[in-house]
């Protein structure tokens, strides 16, 4: 076991010059002592539940296997204990910390290799072989039984493993993407009845270790959770928002950070990166107040899905005057007998962010919906939704089969289905040209007046705050927006709009709102780097640790499900708290950091001027999404 001097966690886990100022909020949101870290050892960036996981382990709670209750796949067990020189038959009381069994990405392979052929467990292939191996231990047999799958890793609070860390996220509260507009869509009604969004996984496939799911539930509402129970998305929100103060991370939490910029220097103090970042006001602007962090280990956790693709230029025309639509409608009708209300909303995608936009406004107002049909090649993921587990994704694509088949669609809501269309012009008045193709091969156009678009056409993230060279050094090909979308890559994106040319905007929207908004690390730059499911997979396959010091967590890795975050943060936890070493207050002495450093310690907080560079149902279901990169 790994044993660290204690000054570190008598420290704080912020680490190097912590202050212990109760964080100040600007405008209630924002905690304004962010500037008193200018060093520590560890810089998570995003505050997605993958996040707030590892700052759970690097808090110094540690993961370990409990052989008295052995894990039902007996290879597994065997393996567990061997790789710490247990014998399965005279060793098995003895718990063994998970740490020690994953030093290296060898040890993984060595403990997982059998997974593939096993006959007594069914893994997924799809997820990386670490992450299924923490899935299966924190619930064997979830997908046989929810109700029989009892954790085999039990968590222990040390005082010795504790890491100097911060956790920065653009997100003003904890909970990285469930935290934003993007995954709300409308009103929810009462987290009882059924007219919330519900999430695709059951409640406990999203709980985080020491403070679960079920957990929030319980005290919310005094009673215990069916362990099939789906969420809505509200609650989940709020879970992870609550999360951080119930497992006692929050000092380590700075919501409301934008990460500019992350740059490699050359330091024999081991010091090697510098952390730009800026401050976000609750109006979701930057402001100008910047300030630069150095650390040890840098570890992204910032997604594949905070900004949605945005519309093809065809939308332009209607997008650029949306806000003055509304007026307009008015003037044309003084006694206002034609409101928004009445005139439809066209959504635009076959994928779940558009089924979300029609479901949360079915019964509000008419629906207008194009959509790409290909069951052979392209189906919608919304094909796999079985009727009663997911009743409105599967209400979804009934009607949207019922276009394409010509039939009056059996619900009593206002839905018009254009299968295959093709979105050939919007204009500022809301008219929009649509172009179809006749079974007898002839084109023929349609005209349509609507109130609002919505374009679904999928989620990417980015990763313009890496420095070039750092981009160049983990192996991220600066990926052009328009490279993203070519018919080999595209997946729900790929719909039949006219694509000629891409935006090249920064602008995503807030469903809230209504209003565009400008992502906060892409203003003003020329070089956007696109990310999505694969796009980091092979090099994490091989490592978690990208490049030395470097970790990739959470979707980043490809596993965009919670379920299969646990594994890149026990790895990643395992080795930034090995390679920890106590932070020194250059005050008390002249570390070598200060004396080698570009930045000096004695400065006050860094300001940044110009100095920036680019910048996932249970079961087979919800495996077949995340294999299908859906998730
Ligand atoms: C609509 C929708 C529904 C989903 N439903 C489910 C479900 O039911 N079950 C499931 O398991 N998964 C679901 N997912 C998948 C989702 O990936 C995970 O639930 C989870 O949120 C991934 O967590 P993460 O830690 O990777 O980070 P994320 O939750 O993706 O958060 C990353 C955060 O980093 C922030 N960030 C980005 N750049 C920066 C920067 N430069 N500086 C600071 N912060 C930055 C982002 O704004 C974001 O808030 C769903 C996804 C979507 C889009």
């Given at each position: 076991?790994?044993?660290?001097?204690?000054?570190?966690?008598?420290?704080?886990?912020?680490?190097?010059?912590?202050?212990?100022?109760?964080?100040?909020?600007?405008?209630?949101?924002?905690?304004?002592?962010?500037?008193?870290?200018?060093?520590?050892?560890?810089?998570?960036?995003?505050?997605?539940?993958?996040?707030?996981?590892?700052?759970?382990?690097?808090?110094?709670?540690?993961?370990?296997?409990?052989?008295?209750?052995?894990?039902?796949?007996?290879?597994?067990?065997?393996?567990?204990?061997?790789?710490?020189?247990?014998?399965?038959?005279?060793?098995?009381?003895?718990?063994?910390?998970?740490?020690?069994?994953?030093?290296?990405?060898?040890?993984?392979?060595?403990?997982?290799?059998?997974?593939?052929?096993?006959?007594?467990?069914?893994?997924?292939?799809?997820?990386l072989?670490l992450n299924?191996l923490l899935d299966?231990?924190?619930?064997?047999?979830?997908?046989?039984?929810?109700?029989?799958?009892?954790?085999?890793?039990?968590?222990?609070?040390?005082?010795?493993?504790?890491?100097?860390?911060?956790?920065?996220?653009?997100?003003?509260?904890?909970?990285?993407?469930?935290?934003?507009?993007?995954?709300?869509?409308?009103?929810?009604?009462?987290?009882?009845?059924?007219?919330?969004?519900?999430?695709?996984?059951?409640?406990?496939?999203?709980?985080?270790?020491?403070?679960?799911?079920?957990?929030?539930?319980?005290?919310?509402?005094?009673?215990?959770?069916?362990?099939?129970?789906?969420?809505?998305?509200?609650?989940?929100?709020?879970?992870?928002?609550?999360?951080?103060?119930?497992?006692?991370?929050?000092?380590?939490?700075?919501?409301?950070?934008?990460?500019?910029?992350?740059?490699?220097?050359?330091?024999?103090?081991?010091?090697?990166?510098?952390?730009?970042?800026?401050?976000?006001?609750?109006?979701?602007?930057?402001?100008?107040?910047?300030?630069?962090?150095?650390?040890?280990?840098?570890?992204?956790?910032?997604?594949?899905?905070?900004?949605?693709?945005?519309?093809?230029?065809?939308?332009?025309?209607?997008?650029?005057?949306?806000?003055?639509?509304?007026?307009?409608?008015?003037?044309?009708?003084?006694?206002?007998?034609?409101?928004?209300?009445?005139?439809?909303?066209?959504?635009?995608?076959?994928?779940?962010?558009?089924?979300?936009?029609?479901?949360?406004?079915?019964?509000?107002?008419?629906?207008?919906?194009?959509?790409?049909?290909?069951?052979?090649?392209?189906?919608?993921?919304?094909?796999?939704?079985?009727?009663?587990?997911?009743?409105?994704?599967?209400?979804?694509?009934?009607?949207?089969?019922?276009?394409?088949?010509?039939?009056?669609?059996?619900?009593?809501?206002?839905?018009?289905?254009?299968?295959?269309?093709?979105?050939?012009?919007?204009?500022?008045?809301?008219?929009?040209?649509?172009?179809?193709?006749?079974?007898?091969?002839?084109?023929?156009?349609?005209?349509?007046?609507?109130?609002?678009?919505?374009?679904?056409?999928?989620?990417?993230?980015?990763?313009?705050?890496?420095?070039?060279?750092?981009?160049?050094?983990?192996?991220?090909?600066?990926?052009?927006?328009?490279?993203?979308?070519?018919?080999?890559?595209?997946?729900?994106?790929?719909?039949?709009?006219?694509?000629?040319?891409?935006?090249?905007?920064?602008?995503?929207?807030?469903?809230?709102?209504?209003?565009?908004?400008?992502?906060?690390?892409?203003?003003?730059?020329?070089?956007?780097?696109?990310?999505?499911?694969?796009?980091?997979?092979?090099?994490?396959?091989?490592?978690?640790?990208?490049?030395?010091?470097?970790?990739?967590?959470?979707?980043?890795?490809?596993?965009?499900?919670?379920?299969f975050?646990m594994g890149g943060?026990v790895y990643?936890?395992?080795?930034?708290?090995?390679?920890?070493?106590?932070?020194?207050?250059?005050?008390?002495?002249?570390?070598?950091?200060?004396?080698?450093?570009?930045?000096?310690?004695?400065?006050?907080?860094?300001?940044?001027?110009?100095?920036?560079?680019?910048?996932?149902?249970?079961?087979?279901?919800?495996?077949?999404?995340?294999?299908?990169?859906?998730?």
């Amino acid at each position: 076991m790994v044993k660290r001097d204690f000054e570190a966690a008598s420290m704080g886990s912020r680490g190097f010059k912590s202050k212990s100022a109760k964080a100040h909020m600007d405008n209630g949101a924002i905690p304004a002592n962010i500037s008193t870290v200018s060093k520590t050892d560890t810089v998570i960036i995003g505050n997605g539940p993958s996040a707030l996981a590892l700052s759970y382990l690097l808090h110094g709670n540690e993961p370990w296997y409990s052989p008295s209750e052995p894990h039902p796949d007996s290879v597994l067990h065997r393996k567990l204990l061997k790789k710490v020189g247990l014998s399965p038959l005279s060793d098995s009381q003895q718990d063994v910390r998970l740490y020690d069994v994953l030093r290296t990405p060898n040890d993984c392979d060595d403990i997982t290799c059998h997974f593939p052929a096993s006959v007594s467990m069914s893994y997924s292939t799809a997820a990386l072989p670490l992450n299924t191996l923490l899935d299966t231990l924190l619930r064997p047999l979830a997908d046989v039984d929810m109700e029989e799958s009892i954790s085999r890793v039990g968590w222990r609070k040390t005082n010795s493993d504790i890491v100097p860390h911060v956790i920065l996220g653009e997100e003003l509260k904890a909970g990285g993407q469930w935290a934003g507009d993007e995954v709300w869509f409308g009103d929810e009604d009462d987290e009882e009845s059924d007219n919330g969004l519900k999430t695709l996984s059951y409640a406990d496939l999203l709980s985080l270790p020491g403070y679960s799911l079920g957990d929030h539930y319980k005290q919310k509402y005094h009673k215990d959770m069916d362990p099939y129970y789906r969420p809505t998305r509200r609650l989940v929100a709020e879970y992870y928002a609550t999360y951080p103060r119930k497992v006692g991370i929050e000092d380590v939490l700075f919501p409301g950070t934008s990460v500019t910029n992350v740059e490699k220097i050359n330091d024999n103090s081991g010091f090697n990166f510098l952390v730009s970042i800026k401050l976000k006001s609750k109006s979701g602007s930057t402001s100008h107040e910047a300030h630069v962090i150095r650390c040890r280990n840098v570890v992204l956790g910032t997604g594949i899905f905070s900004h949605r693709i945005p519309p093809p230029p065809v939308f332009a025309p209607f997008f650029e005057s949306r806000l003055d639509t509304t007026e307009k409608l008015r003037d044309d009708n003084p006694e206002n007998t034609l409101t928004t209300g009445q005139l439809p909303l066209l959504v635009v995608g076959s994928g779940y962010t558009a089924a979300d936009a029609i479901l949360c406004n079915q019964g509000k107002r008419p629906i207008v919906h194009v959509y790409r049909w290909d069951p052979e090649e392209r189906p919608s993921p919304l094909r796999g939704c079985h009727p009663q587990a997911y009743p409105g994704y599967a209400g979804v694509y009934r009607q949207m089969k019922d276009a394409v088949l010509k039939k009056q669609s059996a619900t009593n809501e206002i839905y018009q289905g254009f299968p295959n269309a093709v979105v050939t012009e919007t204009r500022a008045d809301g008219t929009v040209k649509l172009s179809m193709k006749s079974e007898d091969g002839t084109f023929h156009e349609t005209f349509i007046r609507v109130a609002d678009i919505e374009v679904c056409i999928g989620r990417r993230g980015r990763l313009d705050y890496l420095a070039p060279a750092l981009c160049k050094e983990i192996g991220i090909k600066n990926i052009d927006y328009s490279n993203m979308e070519s018919p080999n890559n595209a997946r729900e994106s790929q719909l039949p709009l006219t694509l000629a040319r891409t935006v090249t905007s920064s602008r995503r929207y807030s469903t809230r709102s209504r209003k565009p908004m400008l992502h906060p690390t892409t203003s003003g730059t020329a070089g956007k780097v696109w990310v999505r499911y694969s796009s980091l997979r092979e090099r994490v396959e091989r490592n978690i640790e990208v490049t030395p010091n470097v970790f990739i967590i959470g979707s980043l890795t490809g596993d965009s499900l919670v379920r299969f975050a646990m594994g890149g943060c026990v790895y990643s936890a395992g080795r930034i708290i090995s390679n920890n070493v106590p932070i020194i207050d250059s005050s008390d002495s002249s570390t070598a950091a200060s004396e080698t450093s570009s930045i000096s310690e004695s400065e006050e907080p860094q300001k940044l001027f110009d100095g920036r560079y680019y910048s996932e149902m249970l079961g087979c279901f919800i495996l077949l999404l995340h294999s299908s990169g859906v998730f």
